[in-house]
């Protein structure tokens, strides 16, 4: 079936809403009442981004036209006529929770890769991860009439680029290159320089360097100030002389991650803080800090003033929580706590609602069961935040937010849908 034909039969809706309730504040509870909209994809969905003040929307997908890939994810990005690209969304009606999104395009990226997303200044480009062929760039105007060419900056054999970051500035993307090979590691965070013009468009970008970074990178975060990068590896590499703080601590040490049954137990992760500007100029001394952190550390998230790092650590069904200042001056003891993420395997997070709510996709990517969306209150008084959970769809992934805040945009992979999830707080 042409892909036009494909896209065009997938415009329909589905809409369901769910109640749930949520702890409170320090003062009173609240009901958290979840509106959702359930959009079919083209392909398999990884990210979405919202551009243009929520006119358009931008997907990621995989396989389109194709059945869902059941090899291992380091496989993904070397098979051949895989269709991969940028799927886009146009909403239409009045704003809040009567706009409905109506497909109305997609450009192949090229490759077997359309992962991470990331808007740069002005929102006239847009630079994806694309696995083995690096990290590509787009320009929006094009791509909403269908018709952008993307750009690359590579990254080097057998890449796997999978996130990517930009400054707010968009003068340089950073890359999770989740298994490129650099230093003996398998995985590192690419360093690019975008010779972003005036008018906001990206011709040719310029890889600067690539920094080791453990074994596995998925992802990596922005501090809000754009001075620290911090990147997650799932595993510590098997010969790694350097040290890791934290190892003194059996929630953030471990050698019994076991995720899939049948297959053999492997060692924590952990996360690396990063200068940007070290990083940028390639003068050495860039990684500031190595703190454990848990089995298979997968996404991170940092609050507005800088108050809290989270991290996804999927094998743990946790959350983690450090102090991103002690991670510098006290990374032994910036570890502060730990709670259940609401679900199996927890992927994607994001903070909401001013940074008192945390958005969290629990993947049960091993399982054939459907994940959940939890939502979990962080500004109480309560050390173990209970959270509470709603269906999603097959491999919930990642979750992003709309310009105003009160839109989350989740997408569950493996079912193919753009859950779009708007969360309304009342007092009970």
Known sequence: ????????????????????????????????????????????????????????IFVSVTNVGAPNFGGPDSAASTRKGVVSGIQVFRQTG??????????????????????????????????????????AFLDVDAL??????????????????????????GKYVFSANEYGILEGQRGNVGVVATGIDAKGRVAHPVTLRQI?????????????????????SELVPAIDARPIA????KSLIKADCVQVENTPPRTNGLVTVIDVQLAIDSVGGEVLSRVAAGCSPVRVAEAADRSALYISARGDDSV??????????????????????????PVGLRLFAHDRWLAVANSNRFATANGTFSAISIS?????????????????????????????????????????????????
Do not use: W
């Not at 074994?215 to 001075?227: I, K, M």
């Open 1 to 56: 079936m042409p892909i036009a034909r494909l896209i065009s039969l997938l415009s329909h809706r589905l809409f369901f809403f769910v109640p749930i309730i949520g702890l409170s504040s320090m003062c009173c509870a609240q009901e958290l009442a979840i509106h959702s909209v359930l959009v079919p994809t083209a392909g398999n969905p990884t990210t979405a981004i919202e551009a243009q003040h929520g006119r358009y």
């Open 380 to 428: 109480g008084a309560a050390e173990d935040p209970h959270p509470t959970s709603v269906s999603a769809g097959a491999f919930p992934r990642n979750i992003t937010i709309s310009h105003d805040g009160e839109t989350l945009y989740l997408t569950n992979y493996t079912s193919r849908t753009l859950q779009i999830i708007k969360p309304h707080r009342t007092k009970m």
């Open 212 to 232: 080791p970074a453990g074994d596995v990178v998925p992802s990596l975060g922005l501090s809000p100030d754009d001075t620290r990068l911090y990147v997650l």
């Open 246 to 249: 934290g190892s003194t601590n």
């Open 144 to 169: 909403i009439r269908g018709s952008a060419v993307p750009v690359f900056a590579a990254q080097g054999h057998g890449a796997g680029t999978f996130d990517v970051v930009a400054t707010a500035d």
């Open 320 to 345: 983690l929580v450090y102090d991103p200042a002690r991670m510098e001056s006290d990374p032994e003891h910036s570890f502060v706590r730990l709670f259940a993420s609401g679900g199996v395997a």
């Open 94 to 135: 009045l704003l809040g929770l009567h706009r409905h999104p109506r497909a109305i395009g997609f450009v192949p990226t090229g490759g077997a890769g359309a992962n991470g997303l990331a808007l740069l200044r002005g929102e006239k480009t847009l630079a994806v991860g694309v696995g083995d062929d690096g990290v």
